[in-house]
T-cell receptor, first 115, second 112 residues
Framework: EAGVTQSPTHLIKTRGQQATLRCSPISGHTSVYWYQQALGLGLQFLLWYDEGEERNRGNFPPRFSGRQFPNYSSELNVNALELEDSALYLC??????????????FGAGSRLTVL | QQQVKQSPQSLIVQKGGISIINCAYENTAFDYFPWYQQFPGKGPALLIAIRPDVSEKKEGRFTISFNKSAKQFSLHIMDSQPGDSATYFCAATPGEASKIIFGSGTRLSIRP
């Protein structure tokens, strides 16, 4: 069974540009989560999508946005890039929602560097 | 109240020793406590998890100890090996995955 796949692996952009990151969840998983992991720091929750709808959002500005497609894949868009957006962006998927035993399965991440 | 406090930030242990990472929480609504292991260049992977109705869970060399009254839980790695060198995150959730709160992480290095 294929795991959570993310692309691209690495992305280099300059300030003010837009970045698009993509995620394919585990087959059968309907929920997709995005996290930001800045260098040396922890996991900051960005967005949660389920059944094509944005269900929850972390404490990030509106220039962080995304969507989930009918096949449950997702993309994360970051507009007007700033230097501090440089980070590892992790996508995770899960099957069950609200069961109390919800396991997140993470992808390997996309490393975004803003110059 | 939503925080999960993790310590230490970094830890160096000799091969064969015991690695101990501690976490504390405030929200009594948390009822599922997973630990994730992250190797460099990889995403975090679920290592072991516990519910508050048990005080200990063991899987191989990895053990979670849970103290509900103190609202603390810890990860013990017995006979630590160089391959255990990674960043470890504790986490807690009241039920919904989107409400998972992660600790700040512990960078563990096992010296040969």
């Amino acid at each position: 069974e294929a795991g959570v796949t993310q692309s691209p692996t690495h992305l280099i952009k300059t300030r003010g540009q837009q970045a698009t990151l993509r995620c394919s969840p585990i087959s059968g998983h309907t929920s997709v989560y995005w996290y930001q992991q800045a260098l040396g720091l922890g996991l900051q929750f960005l967005l949660w999508y389920d059944e094509g709808e944005e269900r929850n959002r972390g404490n990030f500005p509106p220039r962080f946005s995304g969507r989930q497609f009918p096949n449950y894949s997702s993309e994360l868009n970051v507009n007007a890039l700033e230097l501090e957006d440089s980070a590892l962006y992790l996508c995770a998927s899960s099957l069950e929602v609200g069961t109390g035993a919800n396991v997140l399965t993470f992808g390997a991440g996309s490393r975004l560097t803003v110059l | 109240q939503q925080q999960v406090k993790q310590s230490p930030q970094s830890l160096i242990v000799q091969k064969g020793g015991i690695s101990i990472i501690n976490c504390a929480y405030e929200n009594t609504a948390f009822d599922y406590f997973p630990w994730y292991q992250q190797f460099p260049g990889k995403g975090p992977a679920l290592l072991i998890a516990i519910r508050p109705d048990v005080s200990e869970k063991k899987e191989g060399r990895f053990t979670i100890s849970f103290n509900k009254s103190a609202k603390q839980f810890s990860l013990h790695i017995m006979d630590s090996q160089p391959g255990d060198s990674a960043t470890y995150f504790c986490a807690a959730t009241p039920g919904e995955a989107s409400k998972i709160i992660f600790g700040s992480g512990t960078r563990l290095s096992i010296r040969p």
